[in-house]
């Protein structure tokens, strides 16, 4: 029999049925942030031929759909397009606190952080995904140089994600202390931090490790082009 499974093995999906609701566009049972909000798409956990024709009905014939954390198989005539070992973390001691240099970014720093992001790919960062939590930054003569924030939040669990340095600026520890910054954050409202990483990116592993994460599992970033049609001949519509 198998272990019955942890809210963190899907957790988009546990996001998008819980605090996140609010965001979920539905196909079926496949749900998706908007496209401008987060790439996440949330499977069942045995996702079976309808699921993989709502997913491209989402998306559309020929277009690329990001599956992370999909671990099972894909359906034949799906081309997968972008595949990475990842690593989730969970909080095991982090010394969280609060950081006097720390800012609360908005709306209207959205420019800068998509900016930051760009010069320092830390993951997905969309016009919109300030929305899906708090996101702190530091400042420097006026300038974003460091920054990290809130994104997945399964009940009971917040993930950090968006952790970037300007490269100008980093050794610093600044990283560091927006982390632990925003983990004191969620600890206030009795929830858990969590966080993911490619399982290659050994630098910030040992950086998690240190600050107090622990290794939970292993999973996957992974895309894959939806075919012009489904195997049973249907043509793949949009939704």
Do not use: K
Not at 134 to 160: D, F, K, S
Not at 180 to 203: C, K, M, Q, S, W
Not at 204 to 229: D, H, K, Q
């Amino acid at each position: 029999m198998s272990a019955t499974p942890h809210i963190l093995d899907n957790p988009a999906r546990a996001s998008l049925t819980g605090p996140h609701a609010h965001f979920a566009e539905r196909h079926g049972r496949v749900l998706r942030y908007p496209v401008d909000v987060s790439p996440w798409l949330a499977l069942p956990d045995e996702p079976d031929a309808d699921d993989w024709a709502d997913i491209a009905a989402f998306a559309g014939p020929g277009q690329e759909v990001p599956l992370p954390g999909y671990r099972g198989e894909i359906p034949a005539g799906w081309e997968v397009t972008f595949h990475v070992d990842g690593v989730q973390f969970v909080d095991d001691g982090l010394a969280a606190a609060p950081d006097p240099e720390a800012v609360r970014l908005g709306p209207a720093d959205v420019p800068e952080m998509l900016d930051l992001v760009e010069r320092t790919r830390p993951g997905p960062f969309l016009p919109r995904t300030i929305e899906l939590g708090t996101y702190l930054g530091i400042r420097r003569e006026g300038a974003l140089v460091a920054m990290a924030g809130e994104r997945l939040h399964p009940p009971g669990w917040t993930e950090i994600s968006a952790i970037c340095t300007d490269p100008d600026f980093r050794g610093e520890g600044l990283a560091t202390r927006l982390t632990l910054a925003v983990a004191h954050g969620i600890r206030a409202r009795g929830e858990t931090p969590f966080l993911h990483t490619g399982a290659g990116n050994t630098d910030a592993i040992r950086l998690y490790e240190s600050l107090g994460f622990r290794l939970r599992r292993r999973t996957t970033f992974l895309s894959a082009r939806v075919p012009e049609r489904l195997e049973d001949g249907q043509t793949v519509g949009v939704g």
